[in-house]
């Protein structure tokens, strides 16, 4: 069974450029999830998705950053304009319906310049 | 609110020694609890979790945890590190809402 795919897997921008990044999780999982883990720091929740939807969006900076997954599997994460402030790792998980474990790709590690 | 509180920063072990890292949780009630572990470059994975019932808890890769009401801990221990344990690793807890909030790690150093 293939993981949870991330591309890429590192992006180096100047602040102001936009950048975005794709997760595709793991067949099957309807519920997918991105996170930011700052260095040195534990992963933060910033969406979540069951199917289509998201569900939980309350820690996603909207004045920046955007999601969608259209079709309810593979999802992209968009920041426009990108500040120096946003570099970290953003990582993308999956988990199944009703399951109780979220499986977590690579990761992209993004550097603002 | 939920938080997850992981005192070690950072923790040299001689590889065969024994290793606890320390988790302590603040939460109303029973929570669900997740160790994870973090390789360089890699995702997360899932080490063992805590849902309710027994309260020693078994793992992948010889890891054991156990959850202790009453300190609002739940260590993770292994009685012997293999060189291959250095790594990241991360306490969670959920509030069974598919939430997870993260402690800030500790990073595991393994000296041959």
């Known amino acids: 069974e293939a993981g949870v795919v991330q591309s890429p897997r590192y992006k180096i921008i100047e602040k102001k450029q936009p950048v975005a990044f794709w997760c595709n999780p793991i067949?099957?999982?309807?519920?997918l999830y991105w996170y930011l883990q700052n260095l040195g720091q534990g992963p933060e929740l910033l969406i979540r998705?069951?199917?289509?939807?998201?569900?939980?969006d309350s820690q996603l900076p909207k004045d920046r950053f955007s999601a969608e997954r259209l079709k309810g599997v593979d999802s992209t994460l968009k920041i426009q304009p990108a500040e120096l402030g946003d570099s970290a790792v953003y990582l993308c998980?999956?988990?199944?319906?009703?399951?109780?474990?979220?499986?977590f790709g690579p990761g992209t590690r993004l550097t603002v310049t | 609110a939920q938080s997850v509180t992981q005192p070690d920063i950072h923790i040299t072990v001689s590889e065969g020694a024994s290793l606890e890292l320390r988790c302590n949780y603040s939460y109303g009630a029973t929570p669900y609890l997740f160790w994870y572990v973090q390789s360089p470059g890699q995702g997360l994975q899932l080490l063992l979790k805590?849902?309710?019932?027994?309260?020693l808890v078994q793992g992948i890769k010889g890891f054991e945890a156990e959850f202790k009401r009453s300190q609002s801990s739940f260590n993770l221990r292994k009685p012997s590190v293999h060189w291959s344990d250095a790594a990241e690793y991360f306490c969670?807890?959920?509030?069974?809402?598919?939430?997870?909030?993260f402690g800030t790690g500790t990073r595991l150093q393994v000296f041959p």
């Open positions: 998705y069951e199917n289509e939807e998201a569900v939980d």
């Open positions: 067949s099957g999982h309807n519920t």
């Open positions: 998980a999956s988990s199944p319906a009703g399951g109780d474990e979220q499986y």
């Open positions: 805590y849902f309710s019932g027994d309260t």
């Open positions: 969670a807890v959920s509030d069974r809402t598919d939430k997870l909030i």
